[in-house]
């Protein structure tokens, strides 16, 4: 079973998520999808990345959101029918396991499936849908996972959009001595089996740019850092603890070091001296000429 994620975490980050992303990979993706387009979301968790790409899309469209957690997926639900409700669009249920929004140019149908990641494309409906993708999912999967997915999308000659891939850089400002430690220790966690076979991590981006390319494919790619600012003191306080308990993880030896590093790191978001920048980039994948 693939790791799965706290929706509050989820909630936490959408803001910068969405800040995050490539505008003009998406404007890219959504001139390349038929009128109607129907998009599979794998891993979508609480649904963020259909309430930002939606918009670029900005016309009727369809979603499958694929997650193994059942609770995530109905919290998507009930997510988007909020914000869609708080910009004065309506909601109907035609079906029990349906959404429509109805946005100003056209209805997005909205379709949750439970599914064990791990085993994609073998689960998936990719024969009714015209385009896969994901967000914050890549450095979890394997090489064979990968392998696997361009086979699958490049027989049906489907674009893969892959956005917040992580690049395996990250700054916390202003500097510390325990720094590259702690990085060190995150970047071990990051190779870590997360439910799909030894994790790509920071390898993830190049290892689906050669595999989409070597089917064909036109591979476009853009930065989508995280940025987040002093202002950001919960978001700031998590990436903290979030890479001081994986580093720890892998480094036990240093284990007072980095238990120092989080204090520090923890005290200057408190006081709205810390800022960090997470790298990442999106990355889009147009099947070539038939």
């Not at 993708?133 to 696997?148: G, Q």
Request: hydrophobic content about 50%.
């Amino acid at each position: 079973m693939a790791e799965r994620f706290e929706g509050d975490w989820l909630d936490l980050r959408e803001p910068y998520d969405a800040a995050a992303r490539n505008g003009a990979l998406a404007a890219r993706l959504a001139a390349a999808l038929p009128a109607r387009p129907r998009i599979l979301d794998l891993g979508a968790g609480t649904g963020s990345l259909l309430r930002w790409l939606g918009h670029w899309i900005g016309r009727a469209q369809a979603w499958v959101l694929v997650d193994a957690d059942a609770a995530l997926l109905a919290r998507a639900f009930e997510t988007i029918a909020e914000r869609a409700d708080s910009v004065g669009w309506s909601v109907t249920f035609p079906q029990r396991r349906v959404l429509l929004v109805h946005a100003p140019h056209g209805a997005w149908r909205v379709e949750g499936l439970v599914a064990d990641l791990a085993e994609a494309p073998a689960n998936l409906p990719l024969d009714r849908v015209d385009a896969v993708a994901m967000s914050a999912l890549a450095d979890l999967v394997s090489a064979d996972w990968v392998a696997r997915m361009a086979a699958a999308c490049a027989a049906r000659r489907l674009p893969f959009y892959s956005v917040l891939n992580v690049t395996g850089r990250a700054v916390f400002a202003p500097p510390h001595p325990a720094d590259a430690l702690v990085a060190r220790g995150f970047r071990r966690d990051q190779g870590r089996d997360k439910g799909f076979g030894p994790a790509l991590g920071p390898s993830a981006l190049g290892a689906i740019a050669a595999a989409f390319g070597a089917r064909g494919y036109q591979v476009l790619q853009g930065r989508s850092d995280w940025v987040i600012d002093r202002r950001a003191r919960r978001f700031a306080m998590a990436l903290v603890d979030g890479h001081a308990t994986a580093a720890i993880s892998w480094e036990r030896r240093a284990g007072a070091r980095i238990a120092a590093w989080a204090g520090a790191r923890a005290r200057q978001a408190e006081e709205g001296r810390l800022a960090v920048r997470v790298g990442h980039a999106d990355l889009l994948a147009l099947p070539g000429p038939a």
